[in-house]
């Protein structure tokens, strides 16, 4: 997960790509859903450090990653290795 309102897909673990999320995961996602809920835990102390767009994309994060249950995989949009090159 990354905090940037701007969909940014940060691994280099593509291997897990597509892959299902494990039952752990899901229910740890789930958790963090309800934090990230407006007045939540989460919500409430984020709101002191990152932006209300910031918090937005990260709840996104989450629905998304629960919507499909499975490991993002690269877009056509983004490069499947770090950019630039360091």
Do not use: C, N, Q
């Amino acid at each position: 997960m990354t905090f940037h309102a701007e969909d940014k897909l940060r691994t280099l673990l593509w291997g897990w790509a597509g892959e299902p999320l494990t039952e752990e995961a899901l229910a740890v996602l789930g958790g963090l859903r309800e934090a990230l809920a407006d007045g939540g835990s989460l919500a409430t102390r984020l709101g002191e450090l990152i932006t209300p767009a910031e918090t937005a994309a990260t709840r996104a994060r989450v629905e998304a990653l629960l919507a499909t249950g499975t490991h993002p995989e690269p877009g056509g949009e983004w490069p499947a290795i770090p950019w630039p090159p360091v």
